[in-house]
Each structure stands twice: as C-alpha cells, then as structure tokens.
C-alpha cells in the first residue's frame, strides 16, 4: 500500500444533511411529500365541489389566454403573416370556442356538426376551414357557398368538390392536405395526398387547372404531440418544395401553407422522465423551426402561414375534480412497517410474489378520460398531509377491469371523502366523454377574475331519454 494513503473520513456536514435530502435534490424522485392542489385560479376546491359538485370539469379561462397569448407572440414576432385556427376536435365546449374566438382565432372542422357549431357561434364562413376525410356533398356545396376553405383530403373528396364548384358555376379556394415522412417520428399516412409518389403535385395540378377552383393552400398535419420542433422544419421545407413544383407546372404561386398543429402541451405520456416542463419543448422552438425557413425566401414569395393548434392551448387549462370513493385496504404497498396489518401483508406477498398497492377508488373513469391510456395524468390530493408518498393504484368507479386512471401514482394516504384533482386533461377529454354507466358532470369556468361559472350543467336522465323512441305505438320511430 501507498505510504501516503489516508483511509477516508466522514465530514462533519454529512450529520447535518436533512433526512429529505436525496428526494429534494433529485428531480425524478417521488420526494419527500406530494404537493397539494388546494384551489384553481383563488378558487378553494372545497368551494369548486359545494357549486358544481364531485365530479367536475374545471377550465382555467386565464391559462387559457396566456397560452394563446404566448404562442401568438412566439409566431408573429418572428412572421407576422400568421393565422391562427382552432381545432374544434379538440374541445368543442361553446365557452372555449368564443375565448379563442375573441382571441381572433378562426375555427378549423372535421364535420358538419362542428361546421354547424361554428357558424352557431358567430363565424363566417370565411373564418373557417374545413378538413376531414369525408365531406359529404351537401356539407360541401354549404361551405362552398359561405366561403369556407375545403383542404381536399383525397380523390373521392375531390371529386364531389369539382362536381360541386361546376353546378354552381363559380370559382372558390380550396387547399389540399399533403402526406409525407419528416424523419422525426411516426408517419401520418391516413390523411392527404402522398409527397413522394407524386400523387400530391398530380392532385395541385389538377386544381390549378380547374377553372372553378383556386388552389389556395398547401395544408400537412405531421401528427400529435410532436415532441421534435426539427419535424416542422422539415414539413415547411417539402411542402415550400411542393409549391415550387407547382408554380413550375401551373405557373400559379400557391399564397397560403398550412402546417397544422400537433403541437404538444406539457404532459407526459407514460414512461417518460419529467418534469415536463423541462422534458417539452417550448412553443418558441417550434416558431423557430419554422419561420426560419419561410424567411428565408424573398419577401414578395412569402406565403400566409396558418395554424390549427388545439392540445397544446387549452390542455393545461383543463382539471378534473374527483373525490376518493373507496380504498382498496386489500392491497397495502411498501415493506413492512411493524403495525397489525403485516400479517396480511407478508400473506399476499407470498401469493403474488410482490407487495400489491394500495387501490385508490376515484368517482370518475375512462369515460371521463380518454387521454388515461396515454399520458401520466398527475393526481393531486387537497390537503396537505405529512405522509410519505407510496406507490399506488388509481382506479375509477366503472364497472370495468380496464377503468385504470393511474396503473403507478405516488400519492400519500388518502381516505375517503378525500379530493384529488386530475391535471391536465383539457384536450379531447371532454370531447370523447361518454354517458357509459354514468351521466357526464357539470364543467365550471374560472373567469381571470376569479369568479366561478357553470359552462355545461351536470347532465340529467332526460338528456338521454330526449333522444328514444319507446312507445306501445309500432308506427313509432317509422320512416314515412
């Protein structure tokens, strides 16, 4: 051995280390304690559930707007041309339809339900574009007629538009949806015309060349929850390709692209490392990634840039307040701890191999939550406690082996009566909400001033029963 080696000594400071330490300092960690959610915007839970009662959607009206505020500035300050239009698939509720509305957004569609709704809140058909794969031809002949942009999805749609534009003899924009693979992630083939078959530039120019269309907009929508803001840069590079090629067979300058949305908003999908406000990209990074590019070109050749986000403005907007109907004591997590209940733990140990967790019975289920399959939706309780979080299992009330909210949240002992909010499930939540077992619950507004407001009452019996055709009458419900 070395004559100079020294065998190691303990610092005085190791003694003084909190016992929290390593949960404190590890960001990936469960910590130390789960921090409580008690109010929403100055709005006490307790107060949320005494107006709208258990369960219940919540929107934030204020994250709402500094969402939208933020991604305007993030696009604008770098290509002012940019038009923004929201997706209506992604949340339907009239009450965030007019903000984003008043925020001078237009309204992007999928369906003549959703064409109706817009046109119900107050937009003009020129305020609207309509997308989709199927637009039947009454819905066509009604949006050609008010103004609104088509963006043509394949032949057969093509078809029933030209039809359409030649029986009422006249001339209207329309755009077409392009598909190609941006090498940053899954490929969205189901949508628009192939890039790389040709299909695309044969589909433009047969619009270009149609005296009753005006091909108006190059339109991709690469996917959901795009996590790389690269794969816009290089969507925005093929589809200013594409137009090149047209403005070389035709000798029309398409003036508009669409780059969709897809967007992520700052949740997690299930695996992946948090927090996500540090594992997500920040919106700025997507405008980058593309205005770059369009400023590139000469300033008479820039076209209009037009938007369709959805998730990412308004999930973080969105809670769920739910209440603990249930604790599963069957399964208890963690190692022993000493107390009467290690008998029975050690028991399911030596049946399941494991120390099953604790079961968490919520007052709402996947009917509530479709985005549950995907992402880690987190789950606060509202009150503080000083319990150590444990590993445990959320479920939901359905009468189903697959209601599982949570299959792993670390959460502290909770018992019932206890209120957890579910964050952030703004986006498609709502909108694939269904009436399976349960009615659906009320969902509540908090104004930026911090007022509450019903937005859609709880549903009741008679919503549903509105819609059957009972009777001991056997003409009833009969065509004719």
Same mark, same amino acid.
């Given at each position: 051995?070395?004559?100079?080696?020294?065998?190691?000594?303990?610092?005085?400071?190791?003694?003084?280390?909190?016992?929290?330490?390593?949960?404190?300092?590890?960001?990936?960690? =469960?910590?130390?304690?789960?921090?409580?959610?008690?109010?929403?915007? @100055?709005?006490?839970?307790?107060?949320?559930?005494?107006?709208?009662?258990?369960?219940? /959607?919540?929107?934030?009206?204020? !994250?709402?707007?500094?969402?939208?505020?933020?991604?305007?500035?993030? /696009?604008?300050?770098?290509?002012?041309?940019?038009?923004?239009?929201?997706?209506?698939?992604?949340?339907?509720?009239?009450?965030?339809?007019?903000? +984003?509305?008043?925020?001078?957004? @237009?309204?992007?569609?999928?369906?003549? /339900?959703?064409?109706?709704?817009? =046109?119900?809140?107050?937009?003009?058909?020129?305020? #609207?574009?309509?997308?989709?794969?199927?637009?039947?031809?009454? $819905? #066509?002949?009604?949006?050609?007629?008010?103004?609104?942009?088509?963006?043509?999805?394949?032949?057969?749609?093509?078809? *029933?538009?030209?039809?359409?534009?030649?029986?009422?003899?006249?001339?209207?924009?329309?755009?077409? *949806?392009?598909?190609?693979?941006?090498?940053?992630?899954?490929?969205?083939?189901?949508?628009? /015309?192939?890039?790389?078959?040709?299909?695309?530039?044969? %589909?433009?120019?047969? &619009?270009?060349?149609?005296?009753?269309?005006?091909?108006?907009?190059?339109?991709?929508?690469?996917?959901?929850?795009?996590?790389?803001?690269?794969?816009?840069?290089?969507? !925005?590079?093929?589809?200013?390709?594409?137009?090149?090629?047209?403005?070389?067979?035709?000798?029309?300058?398409?003036?508009?692209?669409? +780059?969709?949305?897809?967007?992520?908003?700052?949740?997690?999908?299930?695996?992946?490392?948090?927090?996500?406000?540090?594992?997500?990209?920040?919106?700025?990074?997507?405008?980058?990634?593309?205005?770059?590019?369009?400023?590139?070109?000469?300033?008479?050749?820039?076209?209009?840039?037009?938007?369709?986000?959805?998730?990412?403005?308004?999930?973080?907007?969105?809670?769920?307040?739910?209440?603990?109907? %249930?604790?599963?004591?069957?399964?208890?997590? @963690?190692?022993?701890?000493?107390?009467?209940?290690? $008998?029975?733990?050690?028991?399911? *140990?030596?049946?399941?191999?494991?120390?099953?967790?604790?079961?968490?019975?919520?007052?709402?289920? #996947?009917?509530?939550?479709?985005?549950?399959?995907?992402?880690?939706?987190?789950? =606060?309780?509202?009150? *503080?406690?000083?319990?150590?979080?444990?590993?445990?299992?959320?479920?939901?009330?359905?009468?189903?082996?697959?209601?599982? #909210?949570?299959?792993? &949240?670390?959460?502290?002992?909770?018992?019932?009566?206890?209120?957890?909010?579910?964050?952030?499930? @703004?986006?498609?939540?709502?909108?694939?909400?269904?009436?399976?077992?349960?009615?659906?619950?009320?969902?509540?507004?908090?104004?930026?001033?911090?007022?509450?407001?019903?937005?859609?009452? =709880?549903?009741?019996?008679?919503?549903?029963? $509105? %819609?059957?055709?009972?009777?001991?009458?056997?003409?009833?419900?009969?065509?004719?």
């Amino acid at each position: 051995m070395n004559d100079d080696y020294e065998s190691p000594r303990i610092s005085e400071e190791l003694g003084n280390l909190s016992p929290t330490m390593s949960a404190e300092r590890n960001p990936l960690a =469960r910590g130390y304690s789960v921090e409580p959610l008690t109010e929403i915007d @100055g709005c006490k839970i307790e107060d949320i559930i005494e107006f709208a009662g258990s369960p219940a /959607f919540v929107f934030s009206e204020r !994250t709402l707007r500094r969402k939208i505020d933020r991604m305007r500035t993030a /696009f604008r300050s770098r290509y002012p041309e940019t038009k923004f239009f929201w997706s209506y698939k992604t949340n339907n509720l009239d009450a965030i339809c007019r903000v +984003l509305k008043e925020e001078g957004w @237009g309204a992007e569609i999928v369906s003549n /339900f959703e064409y109706k709704k817009a =046109r119900h809140l107050g937009y003009e058909g020129n305020e #609207i574009l309509f997308n989709g794969p199927y637009k039947s031809p009454s $819905a #066509i002949r009604r949006s050609l007629t008010e103004g609104a942009l088509i963006q043509i999805d394949n032949w057969d749609d093509l078809d *029933r538009v030209e039809t359409a534009a030649e029986e009422m003899d006249g001339t209207f924009d329309v755009g077409i *949806r392009v598909w190609f693979a941006t090498g940053h992630g899954p490929t969205w083939s189901k949508f628009g /015309f192939n890039l790389a078959s040709g299909e695309a530039q044969r %589909a433009a120019r047969r &619009v270009a060349k149609n005296p009753n269309l005006n091909l108006h907009t190059l339109h991709s929508h690469i996917g959901t929850y795009m996590l790389d803001p690269e794969a816009y840069r290089v969507a !925005t590079k093929l589809l200013l390709g594409l137009r090149d090629q047209v403005e070389d067979d035709t000798g029309h300058l398409v003036p508009c692209l669409n +780059l969709g949305g897809g967007f992520p908003s700052y949740s997690l999908l299930h695996g992946m490392k948090g927090p996500a406000e540090t594992t997500i990209s920040p919106i700025e990074k997507y405008a980058d990634a593309i205005t770059s590019e369009l400023n590139r070109l000469p300033s008479d050749k820039r076209p209009e840039l037009r938007l369709e986000s959805g998730r990412h403005l308004v999930d973080e907007s969105g809670y769920l307040i739910s209440s603990i109907v %249930a604790v599963k004591q069957a399964e208890l997590s @963690g190692p022993p701890r000493g107390t009467a209940e290690d $008998a029975m733990r050690i028991k399911e *140990r030596s049946l399941l191999g494991r120390y099953a967790k604790v079961t968490y019975v919520a007052d709402v289920g #996947i009917n509530l939550l479709y985005t549950a399959a995907w992402f880690e939706i987190s789950a =606060r309780p509202a009150r *503080r406690t000083d319990e150590l979080p444990e590993q445990t299992r959320l479920v939901g009330d359905l009468c189903m082996e697959i209601d599982v #909210i949570r299959e792993n &949240v670390a959460l502290p002992r909770l018992r019932v009566g206890d209120w957890l909010t579910l964050w952030p499930v @703004g986006a498609y939540n709502l909108g694939q909400s269904m009436q399976f077992i349960h009615l659906r619950p009320a969902v509540v507004m908090i104004s930026e001033d911090s007022e509450q407001r019903i937005i859609r009452r =709880r549903e009741e019996l008679d919503d549903i029963e $509105a %819609a059957e055709l009972f009777a001991d009458d056997p003409d009833v419900g009969r065509d004719g």
